[in-house]
């Protein structure tokens, strides 16, 4: 039998509150016994285990998210996430429609956002 993968692991200065802002971003609840100050926080309909650990971020991320909105464009929904406490990193969206935006997170993870699939033509 092959594995799968049951949780994709960020560690972080602040379990809790860095899985809120994914919470937000993501609009899925963090796991009901989740509360303020625990060493974990999970989101589990999108398989994000949040773990608080000692080190720092220290070097850009090996493995990112890439965001695809669903009800909105991929300037609104970049517009919205900024709004919730994301930076802009890179912007690589070109003038024709294409490209992505490259954010980080409060805790500087960066992760993308694409075109939507209506962008697309999807």
């Not at 009800?71 to 919730?84: C, K, N, P, Q, T």
Request: aromatic share 4%; proline share 5%; with cysteine.
């Amino acid at each position: 039998m092959s594995s799968k993968i049951r949780h994709v692991t960020v560690d972080c200065a602040d379990a809790y509150a860095l899985g809120s802002f994914w919470s937000k971003v993501l609009e899925q609840p963090l796991h009901e016994d989740d509360h303020p100050g625990d060493p974990m926080a999970l989101i589990e309909g999108a398989g994000l285990l949040f773990v608080t650990v000692p080190d720092a971020k220290t070097v850009k991320n090996r493995v990112h998210v890439d965001l695809q909105p669903q009800d909105r464009s991929r300037d609104e929904e970049v517009a919205r996430l900024l709004a919730l406490g994301a930076t802009l990193v890179d912007d690589r969206r070109n003038d024709d429609g294409t490209g992505w935006a490259v954010l980080a997170d409060p805790e500087g993870n960066e992760f993308c956002v694409e075109r939507s699939a209506a962008e697309r033509g999807e």
